[in-house]
């Protein structure tokens, strides 16, 4: 077994490689950037080495520096982690041939599963079924747009280079094909440094099936089962659980073997992940199931597994690449339970899920019997702007599906964090839906119902009087209005927009100035209102700030137009991603500043829209 192990990644997914490399007993080293110095990482580690600025392609993307990084502290193996350099096969070659362990797969597996259109060729050559579509080499926009009407619209236009969700577009009709092709492969050059695209039929209920394998290097590879990950947002995994709702054991069987064999196409070793695309409109079915790809690495939602086999998957991964067998043979694993988990993210859904950043002030996750929460921060941290906005993922295990949905429900609202927003109220309002709750969603479900999903909680009645009651003198404050002899109404800011509340009784004998109220996971902050408009928050008053750093890519609107709420004023291309800023309500748009193509620091005024009533 390795002694000592650098982790060539962050957040919650580095934390939870040190977690098992410590109970092994080995030693090890973080890196980390200028804006991880106090990251949960870096405390978490024995060691921790310092590779550069913030912006991930000069520090955690920079393969010579984490190589150096593991030379200097003598690190005899290094783990990717997922994202990053995970799937790099040119890093991964370049850690063994400076004598170290890489912990994953060879770097020639890693190359054959790295390009979707290169892995689909492979896979049907081995005989694993594959979605129509378009594979070819001709990436002229006529040509591509004449493949798409071939294939039969709706169609799917992938980045060969693309992962997490990126570098997608779905394309309705042939109208769309032009602006869509051009989207996808400015996005994809952005993120991945690489445009080319393949076009894909577009399943209908499509429900997105994948299979944990592992390999070691005596040509063994067995399967740990399927996840479902169907609740998706814009091609993300939103919550995650194992088994898969209405998997019948004749299926498992058939989807499990065809991930073995894919596995084994590629020579295989160590953890990776072999996805599916599954018609789900009559259920699973084994004919109606799809190679997708293959994730050469450790997943997100490996935990999942974990809670149903028993198993430590980066203890098996660690064990792999020391060269030892694979703990376990197929026969000796098998299914307990159901296991469920939600991504939390600091991101606001009720606007439009723009990423949240700032010092997590107040950071508290739910707890219960089953439970396990996988983190890379801490009450204190900082969320910056650099990375993927995850901060957390709760997973919850029990012997029921309808068991492990309800813990994880009741975690999510048990969680508290402010001021950074987060997904948490989303996410229970995801596990409550019909569909979720019946185990029949497809991956469109939060297109058609997410808009629902996302609206805020309000807080219930009681806890604002409660809070309201802790803000004010047992005597009446000045402002406070009389509106019966028994009656005190009180004005307050609740998160920057002023509500009139009720009193009851005395207020408190030593009032406070401003309190947080947390339940149904989300957080909100009441503090009294003063006429002189002291605490009177940017919110509702038409200004659209820059909700972080980033550049303007399109400009939709000029002065003096006037708006309708929620139309597209502009976009912001910040964290990889295309941010759509729209008007908060109808009015003109009285001031324009943004101009396509700038570049915009967090909280930069970019446009104001003035109320037409007034
Ligand atoms: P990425 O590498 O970015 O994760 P994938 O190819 O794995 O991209 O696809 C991500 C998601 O997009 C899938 O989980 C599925 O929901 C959806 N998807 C992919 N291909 C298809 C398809 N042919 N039809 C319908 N949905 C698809």
Not at 69 to 94: D, R, V
Not at 118 to 147: F, R, S, W
Not at 415 to 432: D, E, G, Q
Not at 563 to 581: F, I, P, Y
Request: glycine share 10%; with cysteine; net charge negative.
């Amino acid at each position: 077994m390795i002694k000592s192990l650098l982790i060539a990644n962050r957040g919650e997914i580095a934390c939870r490689v040190i977690r098992t490399a410590r109970r092994l007993g080995i030693r090890t080293i973080a890196v980390y950037s200028d804006a991880d110095a106090n990251a949960l990482h870096v405390r978490s580690a024995d060691e921790a080495v310092h590779i550069g600025p913030s912006a991930a392609r000069e520090s955690y993307l920079v393969g010579e520096k984490i190589i150096a990084a593991a030379k200097q502290s003598g690190a005899e193996a290094i783990h990717p982690g997922y994202g990053f350099l995970s799937e790099n096969a040119a890093f991964a070659e370049a850690v063994l041939d400076a004598g170290l362990v890489w912990v994953g797969p060879k770097p020639a597996s890693i190359t054959a599963m790295g390009l979707k259109d290169a892995a689909k060729t492979l896979m049907i050559a081995a005989g694993v079924p594959c979605t129509p579509g378009y594979l070819g080499e001709n990436q002229d926009p006529a040509n591509l747009a004449n493949e798409a009407g071939k294939i039969g619209y709706p169609v799917l236009i992938k980045a060969v280079a693309g992962g997490g969700g990126k570098g997608m577009r779905l394309v309705e009709a042939a109208e769309d094909f032009a602006d869509a092709l051009a989207s996808c492969q400015r996005e994809a050059s952005a993120s991945f440094g690489n445009a080319h695209v393949l076009i894909e039929k577009y399943i209908l209920s499509p429900r997105h099936i994948e299979v944990q394998v592992f390999g070691d290097s005596f040509g063994q590879v067995v399967h740990l089962f399927e996840r479902d990950c169907s609740l998706q947002r814009r091609h993300q995994k939103v919550i995650e659980e194992a088994p898969a709702p209405g998997m019948d054991a004749a299926t498992r069987e058939a989807v499990c073997a065809a991930a073995v064999r894919a596995a084994q196409a590629v020579d295989y070793e160590g953890a990776g992940t072999i996805e599916f695309i599954a018609d789900g409109s009559e259920g699973l079915r084994a004919d109606r199931i799809w190679f997708m790809e293959m994730n050469t690495r450790l997943q997100v939602e490996h935990p999942v597994t974990e809670e149903i086999t028993g198993q430590d998957l980066v203890e098996w991964q660690l064990r792999v690449a020391s060269g030892e067998k694979l703990p376990k043979t197929q026969e000796e694993l098998s299914i307990n339970g159901w296991a469920m988990e939600a991504r939390l993210y600091a991101e606001d859904p009720a606007k439009g899920f723009l990423p949240s950043i700032g010092t997590l002030e107040l950071f508290e996750l739910g707890k219960t019997e089953g439970g396990r929460v996988d983190t890379g921060v801490y009450e204190g941290a900082e969320v910056s702007p650099f990375y993927d906005p995850m901060i957390a993922k709760l997973i919850a295990h029990g012997d029921t599906r309808d068991l492990a949905r309800e813990r994880l429900s009741d975690m999510l609202h048990d969680s508290a964090v402010w001021p950074v927003r987060t997904n948490a109220a989303f996410l229970i309002n995801a596990l409550a839906h019909p569909d979720f709750a019946a185990g029949t969603v497809d991956t469109g479900l939060i297109g058609r119902d997410g808009e629902a999903m996302a609206t805020d909680p309000e807080p219930s009645a009681e806890m604002l009087l409660d809070a309201a009651m802790a803000l004010v003198a047992p005597t009446l404050a000045p402002g406070f209005r009389l509106n019966a002899p028994d009656r005190r109404v009180a004005s307050f800011l609740l998160d920057g927009e002023r509500v009139e509340i009720e009193l009851d009784g005395p207020g408190s004998d030593e009032p406070e100035t401003s309190i947080l109220i947390a339940e149904s996971g989300k957080v909100w902050q009441l503090q009294p209102w003063r006429e002189d408009g002291t605490g009177h928050g940017h919110a509702g008053d038409g200004t659209i700030l820059s909700p972080m750093p980033g550049k303007i890519i399109a400009v939709e609107v000029i002065e003096g137009q006037a708006v309708t709420k929620g139309q597209k004023l502009l976009t912001l291309e910040a964290m990889k991603m295309e941010h759509s800023l729209t008007a908060p309500f109808d009015g003109v748009v009285a001031e324009l500043k943004a101009v396509a193509g700038a570049q915009v620091q967090v909280e930069a005024v970019l446009a104001r829209i003035e109320a037409l009533t007034e």
